[in-house]
């Protein structure tokens, strides 16, 4: 059967007309093409028809969440119809998804939007299959993340395995952390070491070829350090500070050796990641955010829970602290800087103004707590983690020797105090 014979033919003139008309039409007039023609060109048209449903979903949204929703239903619904054998399926299908699992998650239908990242894992299977992507995980980033967030960290940690086939762990920061974090909270600590050790190695070759900044090697051997620590290899722990603080010494005397700088988004993201044994388990029913994934990528209920428990820990602090419940207060004033961290990191590069005071209140705050090294060392290297991606390198180290004195580790290098 011809798909053009019940198609009004004037229609799809029209449609053709008004397309390669001089001027780019609305949105609105686009998609009203695209919907003709794809009736008569599918392979050529519906992959343009799921593209501009969605960014007319968007463009329609402060009218409302259901405009949107409809019309990223719609598009998924087209994206679907595209022949499976033609290349292109997979990236139009999972771009699409996306977008509507977005809207679904931000409109409180979880349980759909979640089958709707296992339909974007499953085009990334079968377009694999047929030799259209190279990646064996193409399309299953989302549904890790889901899993995640419901606390299924295994399940996330192998999805993330999967997709590495092509682009293994050590060759990229975000999906080495990522693997790391979901292999550590499902208990499979040793892997985890070995797929962060893996990225160290990686940043510190790099630093030598000044091909990224040492203050990222210095995050990242600080986040070891404490998964070292949590296994009880102290000794490693230790190794890991002490060359973390050589660095530290090295850049508060001379700054960076190459032009490059510190990705603060680096920083942000480890500091949320060490403190995830304070946050509460993860479940469906309860989903908390996929700490160790780049903020962009939490889904948006996550996010907002997350970030929205600001005000609360605020008012917690405070009342902790006015009843002399001092341990405690450290404890909930950390939980309101990692957030608050994330939250200002998102909206801007300019981090020292808005979060300085944060970071000192919780060295000030930890001091006060008698017979406590531990709580100390910990709020200081904070800060002094916080101080180098602020580029205050000089206050950064002096923080950071005195942290490692704490935990009784000898200094070997000297302590300098230039800003």
């Known amino acids: 059967m011809n798909h053009s014979e019940n198609v009004d033919q004037d229609a799809v003139l029209q449609a053709r007309t008004m397309l390669l008309g001089s001027g780019r039409p609305s949105l609105a007039r686009e998609v009203q093409a695209y919907r003709v023609l794809a009736r008569v060109s599918p392979a050529s048209y519906l992959p343009k028809l799921a593209r501009a449903l969605v960014s007319y979903g968007y463009e329609v949204g402060p009218a409302g969440m259901e405009p949107r929703l409809a019309l990223h239903a719609e598009a998924a619904d087209a994206a679907r119809r595209i022949d499976a054998d033609e290349p292109n399926r997979a990236d139009v299908l999972c771009g699409v998804l996306d977008s509507y699992r977005r809207t679904l998650l931000t409109i409180g239908r979880r349980a759909e939007a979640f089958a709707a990242s296992e339909e974007m894992a499953g085009a990334g299977r079968l377009a694999f ?15 890790a993340t889901m899993l995640a967030e419901e606390g299924r960290h295994g399940e996330a940690a192998d999805i993330r395995g999967r997709g590495i086939a092509s682009s293994p762990p050590e060759t990229d920061f975000a999906t080495a952390v990522e693997r790391a974090a979901e292999l550590d909270a499902a208990g499979r600590h040793e892997e985890a070491l070995e797929v962060f050790t893996e990225l160290v190695d990686l940043t510190r070759g790099a630093t030598e070829a000044q091909a990224t900044a040492m203050v990222n090697l210095v995050w990242e051997l600080v986040h070891r350090s404490g998964m070292f620590e949590a296994v009880g290899r102290r000794e490693e722990a230790g190794a890991d500070r002490q060359e973390a603080l050589r660095i530290l010494a090295r850049l508060a005397e001379s700054g960076e050796p190459s032009r490059r700088s510190g990705a603060v988004a680096t920083w942000s993201t480890l500091f949320a990641l060490s403190g995830r044994g304070a946050e509460p388990a993860a479940s469906r029913e309860a989903p908390m955010p996929p700490l160790g994934a780049d903020f962009i990528d939490w889904s948006p209920d996550t996010r907002e829970s997350y970030l929205g428990a600001i005000p609360v820990l605020e008012a917690r602090v405070a009342e902790l602290t006015g009843s002399g419940l001092l341990s405690e207060a450290v404890e909930a004033h950390r939980r309101l800087v990692r957030r608050s961290a994330v939250l200002h990191q998102q909206r801007s590069y300019r981090i020292e103004a808005p979060l300085r ?9 930890a001091r006060r707590v008698p017979g406590a090294p531990e709580t100390l060392a910990r709020a200081l290297t904070d800060r002094a983690m916080f101080l180098a991606a602020a580029d205050r390198h000089g206050e950064a180290h002096a923080d950071f020797a005195e942290a490692v004195a704490l935990r009784g580790e000898a200094t070997r290098t000297p302590i300098v105090t230039r800003t």
């Open 129 to 143: 299959a047929r030799g259209h992507v190279r990646n064996p995980g193409y399309g299953a980033g989302p549904l």
């Open 357 to 365: 005071p944060l970071f000192d209140e919780g060295v000030a705050l």
